[in-house]
């Protein structure tokens, strides 16, 4: 139940039920065909939420663009930065 409601899952499938009732006895336009774009995006964000979150709880690798990543800390970053802009220095 709480992958159904924290990830937007519920909101996704529900956004999806309105649109199919919605589009019932419409002309289908490029305004619907975008709409239907748009919601199969939306699930399919929801979607990768569920698994991404899955996988952080089975003690999985998680992809680094996921919101579950683990973050790095700010020594790590700044340490990286500096790396970063020696390589850079030096190419000069």
């Given at each position: 139940m709480?992958?159904?409601?924290?990830t937007g899952l519920f909101s996704a499938i529900s956004t999806g039920w309105t649109l199919l009732r919605g589009s019932r006895g419409q002309q289908?336009?490029?305004r619907a065909v975008l709409a239907w774009v748009s919601w199969a995006?939306?699930?399919?964000?929801?979607?990768?939420a569920v698994r991404d979150m899955r996988r952080q709880e089975k003690g999985l690798p998680v992809?680094?663009?996921?919101p579950f990543a683990p973050k790095p800390d700010k020594k790590e970053r700044r340490e990286k930065r500096r790396d970063e802009v020696k390589r850079i220095s030096k190419q000069r």
């Open positions: 709480r992958y159904l409601l924290r289908f336009t490029w995006i939306t699930l399919s964000l929801a979607i990768g992809s680094a663009d996921s």
